[in-house]
């Protein structure tokens, strides 16, 4: 690889040194490396890590400094580039940045001498849809979660995968999970943990009022429709549809959020022989 951009998560202690000892230890190596310095906000008033318009077309490599939710925001935002994206951690351990601060250096020089490989990472696509027609599209690393604001009260919604009936739900919501996301908010609610380079969605429902709700694995290629049936009204409970804890859009009674694996995936770089099940016992044993 020779062309870097590095985002770095300003939130984060030292990030922005890091990057600038990065970008000077390649471009002394004779790669170009650029880094994003400004933050801004999206349409909906939430923070960007990352412009998509500012990166250089000749990139190669996305360099990110922060954490997993600075490497999901960036594989979002940069989901039309698909470019290859490389996790450094500057907190606690994650699933998605393998590399810490001791070992950025030497993951350059692997870079940089082509000595590393790639893993896609299934992305969903979502979109709200209101009397036949789209309000809202976004694209989820982990997770597309419909959940609520206002009032503690139930929400009530069908579940159809391609068009076909699934089931009636009364619960506090429902998470559509990816296999990357399957160790988030899929794992707190008690749903099961993918391998992460499996194609496969999980449905698991938010604290059911049932004793028979569990978790369901379908195949990425289904078609997964929310059909909301608990209406919104002042001072009562508002549905509302997340992705990736990001963005979000209010929703009303009859609203369909209609779910489906994305043709674009995100694309993380491997350098360490580090396994996913490796990671996994370590976080399993800091518990």
């Known amino acids: 690889m020779d062309h870097f951009y590095i985002i770095a998560n300003a939130e984060k202690k030292n990030t922005y040194e890091y990057a600038v000892r990065i970008c000077d230890y390649l471009e002394k190596r004779g790669r170009t490396c650029g880094i994003h310095r400004d933050s801004r906000s999206g349409k909906d008033g939430t923070f960007r890590y990352t412009d998509a318009s500012l990166v250089p077309l000749q990139t190669e490599c996305v360099i990110v400094l922060g954490g997993d939710g600075t490497i999901i925001q960036a594989a979002r935002d940069l989901r039309e580039r698909e470019l290859p994206i490389l996790g450094i951690n500057m907190g606690t351990l994650g699933y998605l940045a393998e590399i810490d601060t001791t070992s950025i250096f030497s993951a350059l020089d692997c870079l940089i001498q082509d000595r590393y490989f790639t893993e896609e990472r299934l992305m969903l696509d979502g979109t709200v849809v209101r009397n036949g027609g789209v309000i809202h599209s976004d694209v989820a690393l982990n997770d597309i979660v419909l959940s609520r604001s206002g009032s503690l009260r139930v929400i009530r919604f069908d579940i159809y995968v391609d ?30 943990i993918i391998m992460p380079t499996s194609d496969m969605i999980v449905l698991t429902p938010i604290s059911p009022h049932t004793l028979n709700a569990r978790s369901i694995v379908l ?58 099940l490796e990671t996994l016992r370590r976080k399993m044993a800091d518990q």
């Open 219 to 276: 195949p990425s290629d289904v078609e997964i429709d929310i059909h909301v049936k608990h209406p919104g009204r002042d001072g009562d409970t508002i549905p509302v549809v997340n992705f990736d804890a990001d963005a979000f859009s209010p929703l009303l009674n009859e609203d369909i959020i209609r779910i489906a694996g994305s043709s674009r995936k995100a694309k993380l770089i491997k350098i360490s022989k580090i396994s996913f």
């Open 163 to 192: 068009g076909e009936y699934l089931n009636h739900y009364q619960a506090d919501g429902m998470i559509v999970s990816t296999p990357t996301g399957s160790t988030a908010y899929n794992l707190s609610a008690g749903g099961p």
